[in-house]
């Protein structure tokens, strides 16, 4: 009944731990949680332009490029073409008059001009050579890439010859870190419809088919309506012509019939209008004008162009993984939190990857990202708090049972002292007695008597095993070597243990080889020797015979007690070294002992640097051998 109360109580403990356990758990996550939404709400504050931009220009450098739209064709004003002419900065009307009229014999799509024509730059008589050029052109576009002619008529002389529109290639000089890279291309500026919309739109016509560019890929981004670029590949992609090489005929014939053709200027000396940079590259000089318009014309034909996701589904993205990252990683271990972290980085880039180049969807994963790092860096207080909490308990712990551990070997310690006084005087009292040759002493009073030394005897061991422990335990054992022939410790155990075995009537045999004499704490080795024979009787069956054998090997002396036994399972041969361990078989059950005898004999081999070992088969016995260094 009393068990039955201390278990229950037990019982009602734990519960009460784990409960207290699990309410501590709950608030943790929580308040992990709340901190997690509070800072989230604090993060989007602010757009993070910047990281927002790098991001979008590294998924784009993975893209797998795509070939060039084959209705897109580029004509460039180069260095070389410049040099002809004394490094112009702008396109001389002859040079351009030539080019245009080079082109025309092919009977291209549309050419369109990338450059400021007006009386800024050319003289009255040359844009009248250059409005006769253009009327020989059935579709004849000036995209004005200066500010200056936003809204304005085009000269006089053009008007009837030309379509006057916008050609700019927007440039991030606002947003993304105000970077400079070109990713949206004008579908309109002030209401005007640009360039690229204009020639998007004679394309499809030309092919018979409605033009609209789908509506959930344009933004408002001021006075104009633009979508992001589909970039196509890097500097590269789309090869230009030189007007040099048109002069000098060196491009075949047919390469721009149908097609349309964008001309414009490449020259270093016109860096700022000449050059723009892309996601690829922010090399100086390293990418064109003229490709950048290139790509904007193909993402307006094919209806390509990317579309971002909503700020509401950024906002329910971010915080679907923050609450659960903070979650996950409070509950995960430091290292697996770790890793939890970067395979949900990778997960989502993967994913914002495949949406970008599969469907042009561009997912807005810079919040996102900056929670995941966030969150783990905000459960790191939380765990900090829960080590701490564990070391407490563990160091309260600790010294509790160190304080037992001491109280423990204090009162063995004086036990042990204790009845040894008192066992040697019931001994010693008993060995006079028995020892008496008095007719007063009957045979019955002398096998009582004999019982009595015996007894005694047993329990003299038992308080000697528990007094090594103890000073075990108390790293009080220290070894006091003396060179001896082992051979004669050998014997003395057998004498010693003889009457024992008589008990059983088993026999002991030695088999000695001749040793020389070496250093040994000669009481702990004799303990071993006595321990091992011991339990070579206890464990044997009557009418057996048990051999203990001496040898020399290499550097070493080897000492083996052989019985013919109950045998020990293989399972349990590692365990009976262990302190207090019995063996759990009903054959040797009724046999009394400590658990402490084989523990002792390991502790003390090992403590002169030797190894004990064990060979035993079920019903045939066992061999213990003990290997001391000489």
Known sequence: MKKTKNQADRNEFERREAHIKSRSKFFSHLSATLLTLFFIAGMFQSDLQSLRGILIDGLFRTQLSSKPHPAISLVAYDQESSARYQGSKKIPSKELIQTISIITQDKPLAIALLAPINEKYYSDAELTQMAQIFSTVSHMY??????????????????????????????????????????????????????????????????????????????????????????????????????????????????????????????EANKDSDFIFTPYSREPFHTTLLEGAANSLATVIKGDGLYKSSLWFNVFLTLVIGVLSVNLILALSPARGLLFLFSEIVFILGIAWVFLYTFQYWIDVVHPLITLFISYYLVIPYRLVDEYKKRWHYQEKSEFMAELEQLKSNFLSLVSHDLKTPIARIQGNAELALNDSSELITENQKKSLQAIVQTTEGLNNYVESILDLTRIEGSKVHLNKTSKDINKIIEEVVTSKSLLARDKNITIETDLEPLFSFKFDVKLIQQVIANLVENAIKYSPTNSKIVLKSKEEQSSIQISVIDHGYGIPIEEQEKIFLKFYRLNDPKTQNEKGTGLGLYLVKYFVELHQGFVSLKSQIGEGSVFTITLPV
């Open 142 to 267: 000036i995209g004005y890439t200066d500010s200056e002619s936003l809204g304005k008529n085009p000269p006089r002389s053009l008007f009837h010859t030309a379509h006057y529109v916008p050609g700019y290639v927007s440039r991030d000089t606002f947003s993304y870190g105000a970077d400079s890279v070109s990713r949206r291309v004008m579908l309109s500026i002030e209401g005007i419809p640009t360039l690229y919309s204009r020639l998007a739109t004679l394309y499809h016509n030309n092919l018979y088919s409605n033009f609209t560019f789908p509506k959930n890929r344009i933004e408002k981004f001021g006075d104009s309506t633009q979508t992001y670029i589909r970039w196509q590949g890097p500097t590269g992609t789309y090869k230009s012509y030189s007007t040099l090489a048109l002069a000098q005929h060196k491009v075949p014939s047919g390469t721009f019939t149908g097609k349309i053709v964008l001309i414009g200027s490449s020259l």
